[in-house]
């Protein structure tokens, strides 16, 4: 499975950035798809999860901000982030988990950074 984040950037507090992440495989075949991110110094956090039923969850930090969304036709996983505080400023990275034959297997996108500064 080969994932390809997009979309990370600089931009001022208080506002919107969308991250892409092209996936090589079928939605029909992923059990999860996850964003995490990992500041400067800090241990990778999971932000926003989507399961193969259509269930969302979200860090509580970006709740109510971050909205996570697919395109099954495009095989794309989006991160709609609005809002943005200093604090987001970090590399975003993508994941999807897959379960065949009884095997987890995870596979990661390359990372997109995302700088949030005035």
């Known amino acids: 499975v080969q994932l390809q984040a997009s979309g990370g950037g600089s931009v001022q507090p208080g506002g919107s950035l969308r991250l892409s992440c092209a996936v090589s495989?079928?939605?029909?075949?992923?059990?999860?798809m996850n964003w995490y991110r990992q500041a400067a110094g800090k241990q990778r956090e999971l932000v926003a999860v989507?399961?193969?039923?259509?269930?969302?969850n979200y860090a509580d930090s970006v709740k109510g901000r971050f909205t996570i969304s697919r395109d099954d036709a495009k095989n794309t996983l989006y991160l709609q982030m609005t809002s943005l505080k200093p604090e987001d400023t970090a590399i975003y990275y993508c994941?999807?988990?897959?379960?065949?034959?009884?095997?987890?297997?995870?596979?990661w996108g390359q990372g997109t950074q995302v700088t949030v500064s005035s």
């Open positions: 994941n999807v988990v897959t379960y065949s034959g009884g095997i987890r297997r995870s596979a």
């Open positions: 989507t399961t193969n039923d259509g269930a969302t």
């Open positions: 495989i079928k939605f029909s075949s992923i059990n999860a």
